[in-house]
Nanobody, 126 residues
Framework: QIQLVQSGGGLVQAGGSLRLSCAAS????????MGWFRQAPGKEREFVAAISRGGARTAYLDSMKDRFIISRDNAKNTVYLQMNSLKPEDTAVYYC???????????????????WGQGTQVTVSS
């Protein structure tokens, strides 16, 4: 079973950047497609970005495509979410997730993922 531990959240001013990390243990993430989701207070969990097991394919929520970058370093067993030009509306708890994948597919739906990180708070001040 894979365990996911997140780091890198915090408080940033609007227009700033943060990089979230999701480090895996227990299994190699090269067998897993990975994703990032977020949940703001009073709102449903929302897809942010996804990356295929090999990293060749990525997917983003349209509103984030030009600001967020998902990447992975399978040698380090870690997935990243680089967030640029942050806005107050990006404030949320961010979660990484993993699903065992036999193909180069990206997954956008939360129910498709089997393993989740603990969540990390990102707060963007105006």
């Amino acid at each position: 079973q894979i365990q996911l531990v997140q780091s890198g959240g915090g408080l940033v001013q609007a227009g700033g950047s943060l990089r979230l990390s999701c480090a895996a243990s227990g299994r190699t993430i090269s067998d897993y497609a990975m994703g990032w989701f977020r949940q703001a207070p009073g709102k449903e969990r929302e897809f942010v970005a996804a990356i295929s097991r090999g990293g060749a394919r990525t997917a983003y929520l349209d509103s984030m495509k030009d600001r967020f970058i998902i990447s992975r370093d399978n040698a380090k067993n870690t997935v990243y979410l680089q967030m640029n030009s942050l806005k107050p509306e990006d404030t949320a708890v961010y979660y990484c997730a993993a699903v065992l994948s036999g193909s180069g597919t990206t997954y956008r739906a939360g129910y498709e993922y089997d393993y989740w990180g603990q969540g990390t708070q990102v707060t963007v001040s105006s």
